[in-house]
């Protein structure tokens, strides 16, 4: 499975980003598919995720609220809507697939897809 991220770019605190990760090939609902994050000087942290219907997700405390996971299985789409964006969420946000049930961390990551960058301007 290929991911690739888009929809990273620069807003300002209280605004708006919707990311997409796109995946190749014609087994993407087979795949529990989640997000992380990686900000300057930090580790990779977890940020949501989604099963493989959508009928379950998960997110860290820090969006709760905040952001929404989706996904389109006929368009092998996965979605983090961001919302209320603080400075703290800036960082390079990674999408992942996985063959569990879902995916909260990085040892349960079958593929990465490259990052996209969220800036967000106080």
């Known amino acids: 499975v290929q991911l690739q991220a888009f929809g990273g770019g620069l807003v300002q605190a209280g605004g708006s980003l919707r990311l997409s990760c796109v995946a190749s090939?014609?087994?993407?609902?087979?795949?529990?598919m989640g997000w992380f994050r990686q900000a300057p000087g930090k580790e990779r942290e977890f940020v949501t995720a989604?099963?493989?219907?959508?009928?379950?997700?998960d997110y860290v405390d820090s969006v709760k609220g905040r952001f929404t996971i989706s996904r389109d299985n006929a368009k092998n789409t996965v979605y983090l809507q961001m919302n209320s964006l603080k400075p703290e969420d800036a960082a390079a946000y990674y999408c992942?697939?996985?063959?569990?049930?879902?995916?909260?961390?990085?040892?349960?990551?079958?593929?990465w897809g490259k990052g996209t960058l969220v800036t967000v301007s106080s």
């Open positions: 992942a697939a996985s063959r569990g049930l879902l995916v909260t961390t990085e040892g349960g990551v079958d593929y």
């Open positions: 090939g014609r087994t993407f609902s087979r795949y529990a």
């Open positions: 989604i099963s493989l219907s959508g009928s379950n997700t």
